[in-house]
């Protein structure tokens, strides 16, 4: 398999490649997943519950990254 340069795939940069396809199947599931999610509890659940749950983990997040950068 040719890397995107059109030179030869060595060993390393094609398990590289195939890793980070996969990283990216993951996050496309994921974020379908998320969506769906989001969706079905638009309809279900009391909007201002959702809205505030949805501040909370946003800070939640925003705190843990400052706190423990990745």
Sequence with gaps: MPE?????????A??????????????ALGRSRGGLLGAWAVHRVNE?????????????LTIALFVKPV
Excluded at 4 to 12: M, N
Excluded at 48 to 60: E, K, P, S
């Design 4 to 12: 995107a340069s059109g030179g030869p795939c060595t060993a390393a």
């Design 48 to 60: 201002t519950l959702l809205r505030i749950a949805i501040v909370c983990i946003g800070l939640a």
């Design 14 to 27: 094609c398990k590289s490649s195939r890793r980070r396809k996969k990283g990216a199947e993951d996050q």
